[in-house]
């Protein structure tokens, strides 16, 4: 059973998640933290380098884990996922950069990478907290609708909808954003000892019911989260809108 909490704005909702994260960080200096890339999680942490600012997050022993990059894009590339999370967090708070953990993209040997990468997480001692977001077509990462999915982490192929969806990192140019990436697996998500799933906007009203309430399909890869035990959503009021025939 996934919890609801729902907010009256997408902002509400940053300001809330900021705080717990930050209450989080001091109950456990050395939490580890899954990060998501995206739309939704910018207004949390433009709330986290606020609360930083202010003396109230902490980073300074906090390890965290990205979920995904893009394939063939180096972490030096503006348009990587690394490179936006330096922009709207990474540079701005007192994360050590060797707690900082992202899959290369360019790595020559994708599967090798994303062992080093599964490794890593274990001997860190797994993820205390993975945020995620949504979506449209019911993704988490970059684990796509499929016939199957893959548990570990591993290079998938994006659909058509996603390349849209990240077109902005690359100029509005769907044809320009890579056509694999490298992704956590559903298995390395569900692995985190809790999962706050955040979803803002009308536009993932669909998604939000599909994920909480549909059934469970590799078509639909979040719908995998109801089976772990201690997830969250975390929902705008729009985004909870098609919940309220159901809960
Ligand atoms: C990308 C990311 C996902 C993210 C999704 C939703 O495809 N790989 O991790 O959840 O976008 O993005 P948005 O928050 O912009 O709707």
Same mark, same amino acid.
């Given at each position: 059973?996934?919890?609801?909490?729902?907010?009256? *704005? /997408?902002?509400?909702?940053?300001? $809330? =998640?900021?705080?717990?994260?930050?209450? /989080?960080?001091?109950?456990?200096?050395?939490?580890?933290? &899954?990060?998501?890339?995206?739309?939704?999680?910018?207004?949390?942490?433009?709330?986290?380098?606020?609360?930083?600012?202010?003396?109230?997050?902490?980073? &300074?022993?906090?390890?965290?884990?990205?979920?995904?990059?893009?394939? &063939?894009?180096?972490?030096?590339?503006?348009?990587?996922?690394?490179?936006?999370?330096?922009?709207?967090?990474?540079?701005?708070?007192?994360?050590?950069?060797?707690?900082?953990?992202?899959?290369?993209? $360019?790595?020559?040997?994708?599967?090798?990478?994303?062992?080093?990468?599964?490794?890593?997480?274990?001997?860190?001692?797994?993820?205390?907290?993975?945020?995620?977001?949504?979506?449209?077509?019911?993704?988490?990462?970059?684990?796509?609708?499929?016939?199957?999915?893959?548990?570990?982490?591993?290079?998938?192929?994006?659909? $058509?909808?996603?390349?849209?969806?990240?077109?902005?990192?690359?100029?509005?140019?769907?044809?320009?954003?890579?056509?694999?990436?490298?992704?956590?697996?559903?298995? *390395?998500?569900?692995?985190?000892?809790?999962?706050?799933?955040?979803?803002?906007?009308?536009?993932?009203?669909?998604?939000?019911?599909?994920? =909480?309430?549909?059934?469970?399909?590799?078509?639909?890869?979040?719908?995998?989260?109801?089976?772990? &035990?201690?997830?969250?959503?975390? =929902?705008?009021?729009?985004?909870? /809108?098609?919940? /309220?025939?159901?809960?």
């Amino acid at each position: 059973m996934i919890r609801v909490r729902t907010f009256p *704005t /997408s902002d509400a909702v940053a300001r $809330a =998640l900021a705080a717990e994260i930050a209450r /989080s960080l001091k109950a456990n200096p050395h939490l580890i933290l &899954g990060l998501p890339t995206g739309r939704t999680p910018i207004p949390l942490y433009r709330e986290l380098v606020r609360l930083h600012a202010s003396g109230r997050a902490d980073f &300074g022993r906090a390890t965290t884990f990205n979920l995904d990059e893009f394939l &063939g894009i180096a972490s030096s590339d503006p348009r990587s996922y690394r490179a936006f999370m330096r922009r709207h967090l990474f540079d701005r708070v007192n994360l050590r950069r060797r707690r900082i953990h992202f899959l290369n993209g $360019a790595a020559i040997d994708s599967r090798a990478e994303c062992a080093r990468y599964e490794r890593a997480i274990a001997r860190a001692g797994g993820i205390d907290l993975q945020i995620l977001g949504l979506g449209r077509n019911g993704h988490i990462g970059f684990n796509e609708p499929g016939r199957v999915l893959t548990a570990d982490t591993h290079r998938v192929r994006l659909t $058509a909808t996603t390349r849209r969806a990240n077109a902005s990192l690359f100029g509005n140019r769907a044809r320009e954003v890579p056509g694999e990436a490298l992704s956590m697996g559903i298995g *390395t998500i569900l692995r985190a000892r809790k999962i706050v799933l955040v979803a803002t906007g009308a536009n993932k009203g669909r998604a939000v019911l599909r994920t =909480l309430c549909g059934t469970l399909t590799t078509r639909w890869p979040a719908s995998f989260l109801q089976v772990h &035990g201690n997830v969250e959503a975390w =929902l705008d009021r729009a985004a909870a /809108s098609r919940l /309220s025939a159901v809960l």
